[in-house]
C-alpha cells in the first residue's frame, strides 16, 4: 500500500494519471479523450470529451445492485417524522420531479432555484434539475428576500422550487412571503414557481405562475425521464458564497470533475463503503450539505440521513440516537453544534450505541481544542477536522486515514489533501514561506484539481481578479485564509484576510451586513466586524453613525432603535446575519484617506491591542468604541 506522502507526491506531480484513476470510480457514457485540458490556464477543464450524469452516477447505477437499500433517510425532529426511500423508490420520485420540471418548459442549461427547507422534496428537486441537465441553485432557507432577490438575479432561474415554510425549534418559519417579496423585488422573474405544501403555513398562490408541486407530480408514479448525458464541465450546480464586496458570488461547479473528487474522498477521506449510512448534519443551503448530505453518500452508494432539527431537540441525545439506530458509520458536523452539546448533560452520549461510527467529522469554523479534546474524549473516536470552502468542493486539509492512518493534532485541521498544491506567502511581497510556523496566505498552486470551481457564473473575470491576483507577482488561487504550517506540515488556520466573517460556520460578508443596516433611514454610516464568541466562534458586531444622534440619546432610545435595525437585517437578510448588538457612535475609527479602521474595532472588541494607530484620522472614534464594549 502506498504511503499517503507518495500517494500525494503523485498527485502533485502526475495529475493526470492520478485523477485517470480516481476517475474510474464513476460511470461514463462516453469517455474522455484528454484527463487535464489546461490551455486557458488558470481555468481547468477536466475529463475533457467525456459525457457523464450525475444522477445516473448517484442514483440510476445502484438500482442494479441496491434498489431496495435505503438511499435516503429524512428525519424531522421539526414535524416529528421520519420517512426512507430506498435507492428504487428515491428513482421513483426525481423522475417524478424531473418530469414536472420539464413540462414547466426546464431543459439543460436552464437554472432552477431551491429555495427550501430540509424536506425530502429538495434532494428531489436538485437530483432532478442534474438528471436533465439543468444547474441548481439552492439558497439556504435561512436568507431572507433582499438575499434571496440578488440570487435570482444573478442566477435569472426558469423555474423556483419552494415550500410553504420551514421549522425551527417547534416554530414554523414561512417561506412563501417572503419568496414573493423576492420575486416582486427580483427584475429576472422565474416563469414558474412550485410550491410544496406542507401544511405548516399560509400559502398564498399567484395564478399563471406559482403550481402546487403535488397536484403536477400526482399520477406520474412509474413516469420515466432519461438522464441527459452532458459533457464533463457542464455545469451541475451555482451555489452562491460572500466575499468582500457586497455582492455575492455565484461559485459554479462542472460535472464529471466534482462527481470524481466527491466519490474519491468517501474512499480516501471518510473511509466509507457503499451500503453503510452517512449522516452530515449540515444544511442543503451550504456546501457541506451538497457534497455530503446528497452527491458524496449517494455516490458511493450509501444511506444519507437528512435532518431537520436541532441537535438538542427532543433532547441532547437524539443525534446518537439515529447514529445507533441506522448505524451510522460516519458522522459530519460543525464545532459549534459540539460547543452546544457540551453544554448539555453528557450523560446523552454514553445512552446509545456508537459502536458502528469510525470517526466523527467537523467542518466550516475553526475547531477550538477544548471543544476537540471533549467530544474526542466522550465519543472514544477518531475526530477528524477538515477545512474547506464553498469554491473548493471538498477538504483540502484534513488527515485521508482511508489511505494511511494519521494522528490528528487538535487545534489543526491536517496537511494538504491529494490534488491541492497548498502554499503560503506573504500577503505584501508575494514571497513563499517555507519555514515552520511563519504566518502567510494560504494559496492553492494551479492546476486545481477536479470539483473545484470553475468560474464565478457568467463572470470569468471576476473568478480571475478575485482569488489569482490577491498575493503580488503570484498566479495562485488565494483562500483569503491566514495560516501557518509547524514543523510537521500541518496547517493552522489563523483567520480570513478579507471582511468574510463566519458565525457558526455561515459564512457571511460585512459589507452585505452594512448594506443592509444603511438602508435604515436613520443610518448615516455602518461598520460591523466579527468578534470572537465562545459558542458560535464569531458574531457579527456593528458600530452605527446616526443621522440625527438625538433619536439615540437615551438607553431606551438606542435599544428601540437597535431593534428596529435588527429587524431590518432580519427581513432583509435573514436572522443568521443579524449582528448580535447594534452601537451607535458619532463616528467611526477611519485613516486620514478615509479608509476604516476594521481590524482596530475588531481588536478593541476583542480587548486586544489594536496596533499601530498612527494613521488614524480622530483617535477619539476609537476611543467611543472602546467605552461601549468597556460600558456593557
Ligand atoms: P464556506 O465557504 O462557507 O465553507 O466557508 C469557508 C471558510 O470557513 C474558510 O475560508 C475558513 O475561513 C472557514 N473554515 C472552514 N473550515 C474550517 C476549518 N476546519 N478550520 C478553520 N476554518 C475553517
Redesign the pocket.
Known amino acids: 500500500m502506498l504511503s499517503y506522502a507518495e500517494f500525494y507526491r503523485r498527485s502533485i506531480e502526475q495529475p493526470e494519471a492520478f485523477w485517470d484513476e480516481q476517475a474510474r470510480l464513476i460511470d461514463w457514457h462516453t469517455p474522455y479523450t484528454q484527463v487535464l485540458d489546461y490551455s486557458r490556464a488558470p481555468f481547468t477543464h477536466w475529463y475533457a470529451g467525456g459525457t457523464t450524469n450525475l444522477c445516473h452516477n448517484a442514483v440510476d447505477r445502484h438500482l442494479k445492485d441496491r434498489a431496495d437499500q435505503n438511499a435516503l433517510i429524512w428525519v424531522s425532529t421539526e414535524v416529528d417524522r421520519e420517512v426512507t426511500y430506498t435507492y428504487a423508490q428515491l428513482h421513483t420520485e426525481v423522475q417524478k420531479m424531473a418530469a414536472v420540471l420539464k413540462a414547466q418548459g426546464v431543459g439543460k442549461g436552464d437554472r432552477v432555484l431551491i429555495y427550501m427547507p430540509m424536506i425530502p422534496e429538495a434532494a428531489f428537486a436538485m437530483l432532478a434539475c442534474v438528471r436533465i441537465g439543468a444547474i441548481h441553485s439552492v439558497v439556504f432557507g435561512g436568507f431572507a428576500s433582499v438575499s434571496l432577490a440578488s440570487r435570482i438575479d444573478d442566477a435569472q432561474p426558469k423555474v423556483i422550487v419552494s415550500a410553504d415554510a420551514g421549522s425551527r425549534g417547534g416554530k414554523v418559519v414561512p417561506y412563501k412571503g417572503l419568496l414573493d417579496e423576492a420575486i416582486n423585488l427580483a427584475q429576472s422573474k422565474p416563469s414558474k414557481v412550485l410550491m410544496v405544501n406542507r401544511g405548516l403555513a399560509e400559502m398564498p398562490m399567484t395564478a399563471g405562475r406559482d403550481e402546487d408541486y403535488a397536484l403536477l407530480a400526482a399520477g406520474l408514479a412509474g413516469v420515466a425521464v432519461p438522464c441527459e448525458w452532458v459533457e464533463a464541465a457542464h455545469p451541475s450546480y451555482t451555489l452562491y458564497?460572500s466575499g468582500t464586496t457586497g455582492r455575492p458570488k455565484g461559485v459554479q461547479r462542472d460535472t464529471g470533475g466534482y462527481m470524481v473528487n466527491v466519490a474519491a474522498s468517501m474512499k480516501h477521506i471518510f473511509m466509507c463503503n457503499p451500503g453503510e449510512t452517512y449522516f452530515s448534519t449540515s444544511d442543503i443551503g451550504?456546501?457541506?450539505g451538497h457534497s455530503y448530505i446528497i452527491y458524496g453518500p449517494l455516490l458511493n452508494g450509501m444511506a444519507t440521513i437528512m435532518y431537520e432539527g436541532l441537535p438538542i431537540r427532543p433532547d441532547a441525545g437524539i443525534w446518537w440516537s439515529l447514529v445507533e439506530k441506522y448505524k451510522v458509520t460516519a458522522m459530519f458536523s460543525a464545532p459549534t453544534a459540539v460547543r452546544v452539546l457540551k453544554k448539555q448533560d453528557p450523560a446523552y452520549l454514553s445512552k446509545y450505541d456508537l459502536s458502528s461510527l469510525r470517526a466523527l467529522f467537523?467542518?466550516?469554523?475553526?475547531?477550538d481544542e477544548p471543544t476537540a479534546q471533549w467530544i474526542s474524549d466522550a465519543l472514544k473516536r477518531p475526530i477528524i477536522?477538515?477545512?474547506?470552502?464553498?469554491?473548493t468542493g471538498a477538504p483540502v486539509l484534513t488527515i485521508a486515514n482511508g489511505v494511511e492512518q494519521k494522528a490528528s493534532k487538535f487545534g489543526s485541521?491536517g496537511i494538504p489533501m491529494y490534488g491541492f498544491n497548498v502554499k503560503l506567502f506573504n500577503e505584501s511581497t508575494g514571497e513563499e514561506l517555507t519555514g515552520a510556523n511563519e504566518k502567510g496566505v494560504v494559496a492553492i498552486e494551479g492546476p486545481l484539481p477536479p470539483g473545484f470551481m470553475q468560474t464565478v457564473w457568467r463572470d470569468d473575470a471576476r473568478y480571475v481578479n478575485t482569488y489569482w491576483k490577491s498575493i503580488p507577482g503570484r498566479q495562485v488561487y488565494s483562500?483569503?485564509?491566514w495560516g501557518i504550517r509547524d514543523q510537521d506540515g500541518y496547517y493552522f488556520?489563523l483567520?480570513?484576510t478579507d471582511d468574510?466573517i463566519?458565525v457558526a460556520g455561515?459564512?457571511l460578508g460585512t459589507r452585505e451586513i452594512e448594506e443592509s443596516i444603511s438602508s435604515h433611514a436613520q443610518v448615516a454610516e455602518v461598520a460591523v466586524v466579527g468578534v470572537a464568541d465562545q459558542l458560535k466562534g464569531q458574531v457579527a458586531m456593528a458600530f452605527a453613525v446616526l443621522k440625527d444622534p438625538s433619536k439615540a440619546a437615551t438607553p431606551n432610545d438606542a435599544l428601540k432603535l437597535e431593534g428596529e435595525i435588527m429587524k431590518v437585517v432580519d427581513e432583509q437578510l435573514g436572522a443568521v446575519a443579524r449582528p448580535a448588538r447594534v452601537r451607535f457612535v458619532t463616528l467611526l475609527p477611519k485613516t486620514r484617506s478615509g479608509k476604516l479602521l476594521r481590524r482596530a474595532i475588531q481588536a478593541v472588541c476583542e480587548g486586544r491591542d489594536p496596533g499601530d494607530l498612527t494613521t488614524i484620522e480622530d483617535p477619539t472614534a476609537l476611543q467611543q468604541v472602546k467605552d461601549l464594549v468597556q460600558g456593557s
Do not use: A, C, K, M
Not at 467537523?362 to 475547531?367: D, K, M, R, T, Y
Not at 477536522?385 to 469554491?391: P, R, S
Open positions: 458564497t451550504w456546501v457541506v467537523l467542518s466550516g469554523e475553526p475547531l477536522d477538515n477545512y474547506w470552502q464553498t469554491e485541521p483562500t483569503f485564509d488556520i483567520g480570513r468574510v463566519n455561515h459564512r
